[in-house]
């Protein structure tokens, strides 16, 4: 064979002539096809998996809480879609509501507690991203208290509602007077408040002493903020316990 023959050999395998290239494009053109769909499906649905966010919030008045959902672009956290809202089954201590079914309420031996007037406008805050990691947000507290269960797996602030109802029509609103001011983090103390051993009356004072304490806080910091309008009305949230002399002091002249 001669040099010429190999060297044209050679370059007919590396170059194939244009009927052979037809016919191998014919060969591997469906797989191609298909493993380029496939892969770009993939990357697509990807996509659409990381856009999804999802996350729970509890009502600053009734307690009531709520899953939402929605669709953001992972890149830029440009919002694609709007709020969606559906009932929250994730915890035992709400159930959900018989007139609402996008809303889930709290057990009823402590609905029954909370009392039907406010101080603020209604919101909704936050308790967690079930899409991220890490802590949740400040309403957490909440949920994880009420949450608690004792030796026997009861839901514990459900049956010390049941069998302290006295203590609970009281407790209940003092809870909901600190949610409505956003002073989650007062509530652990509140609760220890619930479990003391002593009188009806002792207890009710305590109660009274701590609201007012966690309001009064809030109205210091609300005075050097310059924010008058709430101060004021968390002053008379205050004053609604009893009498107090600086959350008097906060109202100015009368």
């Not at 060969?27 to 990807?46: D, Q």
Request: charged share 20%.
């Amino acid at each position: 064979m001669s040099i010429t023959t190999t060297a044209a050999s050679q370059q007919s395998r590396i170059h194939p002539p244009p009927a052979s290239w037809r016919r191998w494009w014919r060969s591997v053109r469906l797989p191609a096809l298909l493993c380029g769909f496939i892969g770009f499906l993939l990357v697509g649905l990807t996509y659409i998996g990381f856009t999804q966010v999802n996350g729970y919030e509890l009502n600053s008045h009734s307690l009531e809480v709520r899953r939402f959902s929605f669709r953001r672009d992972p890149f830029t956290n440009y919002q694609l879609t709007g709020l969606a809202y559906e009932s929250a089954s994730r915890w035992r201590t709400w159930t959900v509501g018989a007139t609402n079914i996008k809303t889930t309420v709290l057990d009823s031996s402590i609905q029954i507690h909370l009392r039907p007037t406010h101080w603020l406008p209604e919101r909704w805050d936050l308790i967690e991203f079930d899409s991220e990691q890490g802590p949740g947000d400040r309403a957490t507290i909440l949920v994880e208290l009420l949450e608690a269960s004792n030796l026997n797996y009861e839901l514990f602030w459900s049956k010390w509602s049941a069998d302290n109802t006295a203590r609970a029509s009281e407790f209940w609103p003092a809870v909901q007077t600190l949610v409505e001011f956003d002073l989650y983090t007062r509530l652990p103390a509140l609760f220890e408040l619930a479990v003391l051993d002593n009188s009806l009356a002792e207890f009710k004072a305590d109660l009274a002493t701590s609201v007012q304490n966690s309001l009064l806080d809030l109205c210091v910091q609300l005075k050097e903020s310059g924010d008058d309008q709430l101060l004021t009305l968390a002053a008379k949230a205050g004053l609604s316990y009893g009498e107090n002399s600086e959350l008097q002091s906060m109202l100015g002249p009368q």
